[in-house]
């Protein structure tokens, strides 16, 4: 069955809470990726981003994956995987070495990084990822790109992800009941900024936000590096919830409601605009104003912005941030959103839309697929680098010691 050659092939699985999305993504000999298949299949089993239901998560990950080989014309045996949860945290640390021979090798930065992720963090959470922001030589500060360099003391200023060791296990064994091995679990939303964010956007600072069904996760990048990450638990099943409750109408057809005809500007409804709502039960259909529909989602979209605008102020970078605010995943496709999110952050907003890859752009450029196409673009990093970049300066044994130690106990 296997058409194209697998040593080419990258694998992202996106578990949502809403769907699950399997990429394959093939890389040319120029180092593009093009995607040449993609399986999604609504979830069940997961719930604010945590697994709830392991024979349901199996059941809609293999879904996902057998349509993705069968349009991608491939067997699919590993897969760089997103985790994302209100169990993740995330701290900045600090780590300082001696450089052995004067001149900094690949062993000293191992070392610095070492030093840096010595901190105490309880018994029940693991890193993820530690992320190499900038090195200092001496005195010399912003160094991106150590090796090489001349000094005495190195030193490094990481940003360090943990997550729930329980929480990532049940993905893991998720992942594995399929059949399949995880090469990586990479966090939604420094996965979602491959996607969507450009250089020089990270470079001036800026806040990704990806809204998904379970969970809204942030990531603040400046000077080119990831800087605070959070999670919060509201997103657009929240809103759809709200619908079901105040328009007295069943989950799946407050959620079709929402996508058709929701605005999260009520001002921006035209107040002759009217909408079909089915009732429960036996009761007939009704007619509502389109604004009666955005006065209820109005609210549940500005608390979302106000909690986020409040954990950018907690994390310090709000007047870091020069680049604006980027909004993306499913819920941040709701009309007149961009318009309330500029009216709450007093910053540019726009839309992110996964971009830096060819193939079958009409399904891909998507918000939904941010998180499916950057870990494409992260595996791609990560495997055929010929140097270990900034985000994985432990290079590629120290994914395989980190993934073992997921696996351990696991079964
Ligand atoms: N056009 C649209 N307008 C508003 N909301 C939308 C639209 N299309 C999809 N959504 C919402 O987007 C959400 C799904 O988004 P997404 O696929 O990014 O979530 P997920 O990745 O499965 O979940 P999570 O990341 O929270 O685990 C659903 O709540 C859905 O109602
Ligand atoms: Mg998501």
């Not at 673009?377 to 985000?391: D, E, L, N, V």
């Amino acid at each position: 069955m296997s058409r194209r050659g697998e040593k080419n092939l990258l694998i992202g699985l996106d578990i949502g809470t809403s769907k699950v999305a399997c990429l394959v993504g093939e890389l040319k000999a120029d180092d593009t990726i093009e995607i040449v298949g993609i399986g999604t299949h609504p979830s069940r089993g997961i719930k604010k981003g945590v697994v709830v239901d392991i024979e349901s998560t199996v059941q809609s990950i293999q879904r996902a994956v057998e349509e993705a080989e069968l349009m991608a014309g491939c067997e699919i045996h590993s897969v760089h995987a997103g985790i994302a949860g209100s169990h993740i945290r995330s701290l900045n640390s600090h780590g300082i070495t001696a450089i052995k021979e004067r001149e900094v090798s690949q062993a000293d930065v191992d070392r610095v990084i070492d030093a840096a992720r010595a901190v105490a963090i309880p018994a029940d959470q693991k890193i993820l990822h530690i992320l190499p922001q900038e090195f200092i030589i001496d005195d010399q500060e912003g160094i991106r790109e150590p090796i090489g360099m001349c000094g005495v003391r190195l030193e490094a200023r990481v940003h360090m992800v943990t997550g729930a060791v329980s929480a990532a296990q049940n993905i893991v064994k998720c992942i594995r009941r399929c059949g399949l091995e995880v090469d990586d679990l990479v966090l939604e939303q420094l996965s979602s900024s491959y996607a969507v964010l450009g250089e020089d956007e990270k470079e001036l600072g800026v806040c990704l936000v990806d809204i998904g069904g379970g969970t809204t996760d942030l990531a603040v990048f400046t000077d080119g590096a990831i800087r605070h990450t959070a999670v919060i638990p509201i997103a657009g099943d929240q809103v759809t919830n709200d619908i079901a409750v105040a328009l007295r109408t069943p989950t799946q057809y407050a959620e079709q409601i929402k996508i058709k005809h929701a605005c999260a500007l009520s001002r921006l409804a035209g107040s002759g605009e009217t909408i079909e709502v089915p009732s429960i039960g036996e009761r007939p259909a009704r007619r509502l104003a389109r604004q009666t529909l955005a006065e209820v989602v109005e609210p549940r979209y500005e608390e979302l912005l106000d909690l986020l605008k409040a954990e950018l102020r907690r994390s310090g970078f709000e007047d870091l941030v020069a680049g604006g605010v980027v909004l993306t995943g499913g819920s941040s496709k709701m009309d007149g959103l961009l318009d309330l999110a500029e009216e709450v952050f007093h910053m540019p907003v726009r839309l992110g839309i996964p971009q830096y890859l060819t193939g079958m752009e009409e399904v891909i450029r998507n918000p939904i697929h941010s998180t499916g196409v950057g870990l494409l673009i992260y595996a791609r990093q990560h495997r055929f680098a010929r140097r270990p970049p900034m985000s994985e300066a432990r290079g590629i044994k120290a994914i395989w010691e980190r993934m073992r130690s997921w696996f351990q106990g696991s079964f």
